[in-house]
Structures are given as C-alpha cells and as structure tokens.
C-alpha cells in the first residue's frame, strides 16, 4: 500500500522555560527492529548514539513522539538512556504490504532545545499463517472437461511479507489434478479427465505455506462435483481496476462497477459478484452488488485512517468456474480537520520582573489533513504583552513583549488560534491561563500623609490614641505591613516610653499618663514595613495633641495662705465708695476654660461694705467708710474656676479701717528684729526731734532710704508685688497655662511677720483687671490725708513720702 503521510500530530512534551540558546536540530537516529518485540525491549542507546550526557537526559525531559498516530510504541529510560518498546509494535498492522516499514518518531530534549529525527525500521516476524478467503471451495467440472483444462484457486492471503509470506502451495496427492502456480496465480490443471460415472464427486486439500521459521501454513478443502458441459469460466474486463475516491463520500456513493462475461450460456453463463480476498475492516467499508457488480461505500471513509485500499473482486458462474480481479482505490484528503494547539511548557507563574523578549511558553501545532489542508498558521491576540514567535517546525515559542506589572494585571488569558490554508479554511483557538508572580517592588503607602491623634491628660495607660494604616499592593508576604515607632525622643525621654505601636494593627497606645502642665503635644514617626526581600517601608509622621482637663485647682498666691504669716491690708477711713482696697491673686496650672477662674465673697463681717471683681479679683468698697463701721473688716475670699467640674480654693483677706497704723492695737505690742527695731527707732527720733534736730533728720531719713532698699518692710497702698514664696515651684515653667498675663503689678500689705520675704512681679491672667492708672497707688499727699488731716506734722508727711518713694522705685 502506498503512503502518503500522516498530518503531523507528534506530541513533544514539556521544553525547560527561558531557553538561552536556540535550539538546534542535529542527526536523525534509525534503529531496526523485529515487530512483535516484549514491551520494555531495548531498541538502542540513545544518549550514546548522540553523545548526550546520561546525566542529563532526565534533567532536560527527553522524550519521543511517533508522527501519524497518537500511540507511544516507544520511550526514554532516564537512567540508562535506552529506548525500549512500551506498546506492541504489529508491522502488518502499521504497514501492511509495504515492503519497508518504517515509524518516524521526534526526539526532543529540553534545555537547549533539540529535535532528533528518529527511523524505526520494523522487520516482518513470521508471526501470521497463510489463510485462504474461504475454507470450502465448491466446484463443478463437467467431465467433458479435457486435459489439461485449468480452474482457477484464490491465492492464500499471508500477513507477512518476503520470506515469511506463502512461498508454495501442496495439492493432496490424487489421480486427476496438479497443482499449477504462477506468481499469485493458482490453478487446477486437470491431468486425467474425469469419469463422472466412475467418480461424480471428490475432495482435495490444499496447503499454502510460507517460508518462515517455523513454517506456518493454511488449508483449504476443495469439493469437486462432476458435471457435464461448463467448460468456460467468467473473464474479467480488467485485470485490475482502478478509482479515486474523496474522503467523507457518504455511503451509497458508487466507487466503480466490475464487469465479468463467460462464453456458456445459460446457467452455465450466469456471473455473479463477490470479494475475493478481503479484511474486515475493508469488508465494514465497502459492499459489491452480486449481479451488477457495482462497489459502494458503506462506512465512514477517513484519510487520515487510510489513504489507499486494495482488493480482489471474484466472478463465479452459475456451475462454479470463477475468476478474480484486482480493484485499487485512492483517496483523495479533504480539509475535515481543524488545527489542534498543544500546550507543551508553561512557565507558571511568570515573574513580574522579567525583562521584554522573555521565553514563558512553548506551543505545538497540529493538522491531521495534508499538503495545504495541514498548513497552519499561529496568531495570538493584540491586546496582551505577549506574541508568538516561531521555531522548530510547527514549534511556537510564547514571548513576553512588555514589562508585566502584577498590581495592574495578576492575570492573563491568552488565546492562541490557529487556522490551516485549506479551502474553506478550518480554524481552532487555545485559551492559556498564566499568572504572574509578586515581587517585592511596592514599598508600604500610608493612607493619610500625617496622622494627628488627640488625648485628654490624666488618660490610662494602654488607651488607645489613634490608628495609622498602611497598604501595600504586592502579594502575600510582600504585602504584609508590619508597623514600628522609630526611635526619637519626646521631653528628653525615648519615645517608646509615650507610646507603643501594635505592629499587625498599626493601634497606637499610651505607654504612660499624660500631663497637660508638662508638655501640649509632640510627634512621633511610625515606620510601615512589608515583609518582603528585601523589605521596603515607608514613615508618616503622628502628632499627639494633648488636651487640658481640670486637674488643677486654682491657687491663691496672694494673700499667703493662713498660717504662713498674717496679712492686713489697711484702709483709709475717708475711702470712698469705689475705691480699690486690695486685689486676691490667684492663679490655675491649667488652661482655657479650665484656667478661667472667677471670685466670689462668700463671708464678710460687713457684707455690703465690700465687693470683689468677678474676673479681676480687685476688692473695692460698696460705700463710703462711716465712723460706725467695725475697724477690723474680715473677707472670706472663694476663687472657683470654669471647668466641669469646678474647682476652688478660699482665702481669708484681712482689712483694717485705720489712718494710722498706730491705732491698731495689735501693732503696739509686736516686737521686730534688730533691722527692724533699728528703723522704727529712726522714725520715732525723727518724728519727736524733727524741729530741733532738723540735720540730724536730714541723716537719719538718708539711712532709713537706705535701708529701706535693701529690705522692704511696710507695705503701703500702692503697687501690689507679690513674694516668691507665694509663688507655685513650677510656676515660670507654665508658660502661659497660668493665669496671670497682664502687665498690672500690685503691692502687697504684709505684717511684720512677713518682712524678710522675697518679691517676684506677676502678671494677672485676666485681661479685666483694672489699668495701671485705677491701681490703688496714691502720693504722699493722699497717703498723709488718709493719715492725719492738715494739721498733721510736715515731718511725719516727709518720712512717709520717702517711703513710698522707696517703694515706688
């Protein structure tokens, strides 16, 4: 039987990803072998007819694909680099009567790639007896028959070819025949003429045998029958007959009509059709009408299954004298088959990384038809970073075009089709999944440029404050931010004694209690790092504000508290309504609203003589001082702030209705110190010796100025100064949490008791005090009025004038 070729539809399998040299092909291999072989018979050493190293055969997948069907009769030993047989190898079955059988194979090794022609020679077995088509054979011979006269036998059909086919036929040994043969002719020649009275019937066995070793053979039984008068047999008009047929033809198509005629007439003459010779499968196919002679199509007629028939055509007539024809039919291929793609490497996933021009891929195309119906063109869609560029035969390599980014696309769907050149052309598509693979190229992104958290003071420890957020588009543990406080300092101390950062979460906690009088607010920076390799991270910066609670309560600083030393502010007794008799200082640690703070007299010995600023804290009388009026005046002073809640504190403000300090009778028995006792010795000489010893008064007065500025010691109606003493530890550090802001100073009215103090110069908070000019300062003058009337001693007016100078300066 003629060949003409299988479509190619060898698989190769798997070929290494990125493929650095380009492959090559080399040498074809061909090895004989005998059919029948045990399945694992070695067929050759492959790795040392190509002198590839053993040790990489398995590494670079070699492998072998057999063209034309989709069976494996071969494959690689990896170890041993031997091709051995893995499925039974019947040469009658691949090539029937071809005089060579040979299999083609592909043998491809991966990493480079390489493509090896690989020829199988299958050598016939006398595996297959010689077989007649029939196993009786009835035929009549007239006796008129003379000697001589040949009948024609079907040959015996052997499987095998060459020496193994039917090489001689053995007649069972009898009076009237011999056996002539002729090429594939076999005949009976009669040698003695028959006698249909003496014998009307007779069996002879006929053997084929083939030249095998062993030798089979086939029999077949032949009945004669004596008859009179049938001396022609049936002749065919051709002796071989020849059609060309196209694949697909539906059954019932008429391929061709044998014709047969015979010279007798009658039965004698009568011809009818039969296939001589034929296989099963050929008998499914076609069907011959007995008495037209007309061959048709029965089955499906592929091309690719078998492309060529051969077979014989018998004509019998109607007392048994038959001949044979021969009846060849070509097929013609039609485009029945659509290109199949095979997937044979996939890199999976692909690395985002990879650089343009990267080999990801290998596919494989196939057509079963021929010629142009078997050409094939690969094209892949426009809109993905990929192409196809071709290889080794109908070898695809899958290239990446771009750069591949994963965050914009993870995945792809790429179809592939394929369409042959038949006419009408046949076309089939391959979607190919292919993911791409992370890498660590996305540092952390914090949600918000800056994160403000706010915190009330006095908070837990372990309160939450705020929580920062990062993301991260890579994948898995490339996108696994893990958030940390970077080392700093916030007031001299490490930043993680503030705060600690939860790392999976990003929650910010308070380490510690804050403390608004401390610190307001500071800023921390967080990093977010991913877990990658290496890592990528990012910062953002945490500002904390801190917000002021009402903690503190207010705190007087002036008058001193009680106990400390006594305090008596002295007032005129011509003081009018309205005028200022002292002022309640008092300060808050905390601010805004908290630090508001408000005065209040919440006992009085009088009550509607004196009143108090709500805000300034300024005591003013109500009215104008009467005779009647108690001389010893005691305030209950509450300084209440505006926070929720509020907070207090109280003082106790001693008032003394008085011109002269000498009236008090509490005055007169204090004793003073040695610097103190010295001064009012000064004043009483100066006031008893004024007039006599005026130069000595003029000495005097010089050194009580002096003194008087090394240490005060009576406070005047004037500017109230305030002692250190009374001041909070921290209070220069507020920094304007406290409550004194305003430039107005006060002076203090302070007994003997608190002489040696130190003075420091406040400010007020509240911008609602009264101006320096509505401060209680007066001039001498006044201070003599609020003394003595005009007849009071000029020298008495001139002490007291220094004094206030003093405290003025």
Not at 630 to 656: E, R
Not at 689 to 711: A, Q
Request: hydrophobic share 35%; proline share 5%; with cysteine.
């Amino acid at each position: 039987m003629r060949n003409k070729g299988f479509a190619g539809l060898g698989l190769i399998f798997c070929v290494a990803l990125f493929i650095q040299t380009p492959p090559q092909v080399r040498g074809d291999l061909s090895y004989s072998i005998p059919e029948e072989m045990k399945r694992g018979s070695v067929v050759g050493n492959v790795a040392k007819d190509l002198g590839v190293d053993l040790r990489t055969i398995a590494s670079r997948q070699a492998r072998v694909d057999f063209e034309g069907t989709r069976k494996r009769y071969c494959e690689i030993t990896t170890t041993t680099g031997d091709l051995i047989t893995s499925e039974r190898i019947d040469r009658e079955s691949l090539c029937g009567k071809k005089p060579a059988c040979v299999l083609k194979a592909d043998l491809v090794l991966e990493n480079p790639l390489e493509l090896h022609r690989v020829s199988l020679h299958v050598q016939d077995v006398n595996d297959n007896s010689p077989q007649f088509n029939e196993k009786l054979i009835e035929m009549e011979i007239g006796e008129s028959a003379d000697k001589g006269y040949s009948f024609s036998i079907g040959e015996a059909h052997d499987a095998d070819i060459g020496q193994n086919a039917v090489q001689r036929y053995i007649l069972q040994n009898n009076e009237h025949f011999v056996l002539a043969v002729d090429g594939n002719k076999v005949e009976l020649v009669l040698e003695k003429k028959l006698d249909r009275e003496q014998q009307n019937e007779m069996n002879l066995l006929l053997s084929a045998l083939d030249g095998g070793s062993p030798q089979k053979s086939g029999t077949i039984l032949i009945h004669v029958t004596v008859l009179d008068a049938n001396d022609n047999a049936p002749v065919f008009t051709q002796a071989v007959y020849k059609a060309s047929l196209s694949e697909n033809s539906p059954p019932g198509t008429i391929v061709m009509t044998v014709s047969a005629t015979d010279a007798d007439e009658g039965v004698n003459g009568d011809v009818t059709y039969q296939f001589g010779h034929i296989s099963d499968d050929d008998g499914n196919l076609f069907s011959i009408d007995s008495k037209t002679g007309e061959i048709k199509v029965m089955g499906a007629i592929d091309y690719e299954e078998k492309n060529y028939f051969e077979m014989s055509v018998k004509a019998k007539d109607g007392l048994g004298l038959n001949s044979y024809a021969k009846f060849l039919i070509d097929l013609n291929d039609v485009n029945d088959n659509a290109p199949e793609i095979f997937l044979k490497s996939l890199s999976h996933p692909v690395p985002e990384n990879v650089p343009p021009g990267t080999e990801v891929g290998i596919i494989n195309v196939q057509d079963r038809d021929s010629e142009k119906n078997g050409q094939v063109r690969c094209s892949i869609q426009q809109n993905v970073p990929f192409k196809l560029v071709p290889s080794i035969k109908n070898y695809y390599f899958l290239v990446t075009t771009g750069q591949l980014d994963r965050e914009l696309v993870s995945d792809y769907n790429i179809t592939i089709s394929a369409t042959d050149e038949g006419s009408p052309p046949l076309s089939s598509s391959k979607t190919v999944q292919l993911s791409v693979a992370d890498i660590n190229d996305n540092p952390p992104v914090f949600e918000e440029q800056s994160y403000s958290a706010h915190v009330s003071e006095n908070n837990k420890p372990g309160s939450t404050l705020c929580s920062v957020s990062a993301r991260d588009p890579d994948w898995r543990q490339n996108g696994t931010v893990i958030y940390s406080l970077l080392p700093g300092e916030v007031n001299g101390a490490s930043v993680s004694s503030y705060l600690s950062v939860n790392g999976d979460t990003g929650v910010i906690h308070a380490v510690r209690s804050f403390d608004y009088e401390q610190f307001r607010s500071f800023k921390v920076h967080v990093m977010a790092r991913d877990n990658g390799s290496p890592p990528l991270s990012s910062n953002v910066t945490v500002s904390v504000f801190i917000s002021d609670v009402n903690d503190n309560s207010p705190q007087i600083l002036y008058p001193a508290p009680e106990g400390s030393s006594f305090m008596t502010e002295l007032v005129p007794k011509a003081a009018h309504g309205g005028s200022l008799v002292s002022k309640v200082i008092a300060v808050d640690a905390d601010s805004g609203q908290n630090a508001w703070l408000s005065y209040h007299i919440v006992k009085a010995t009088d009550p509607g003589l004196f009143t108090i600023g709500l805000h300034s804290g300024e005591i003013r009388t109500q009215r104008d001082i009467s005779e009647s009026d108690s001389m010893k005046q005691n305030l209950i002073v509450a300084v209440k702030d505006n926070g929720q809640p509020s907070l207090s504190a109280t003082c106790a403000m001693y008032l003394l209705i008085s011109d002269n300090l000498a009236e008090v009778p509490e005055l007169k028995d204090i004793s003073y110190d040695e610097k103190n006792s010295k001064l009012t010795s000064y004043l009483i000489i100066a006031l008893v010796s004024v007039s006599t010893f005026f130069l000595t008064f003029i000495i005097i007065i010089l050194g009580v100025r002096f003194c008087r500025r090394r240490k005060p010691r009576l406070l005047f109606d004037g500017a109230v100064a305030i002692p250190g003493a009374y001041l909070p530890p921290n209070y220069a550090d507020v920094d304007g949490t406290g409550t004194l802001r305003s430039a107005y100073n006060y002076d203090a009215y302070l007994t003997t008791g608190s002489r040696t103090s130190d003075f420091k110069f406040v400010s007020s908070y509240n911008d609602n005090t009264l101006p320096a000019d509505q401060t209680l300062k007066k001039s001498p003058t006044e201070f003599a009025d609020v003394f003595g009337d005009s007849d009071a001693s000029p020298e008495v007016g001139a002490v007291l004038s220094s004094q206030i100078s003093i405290f003025e300066h």
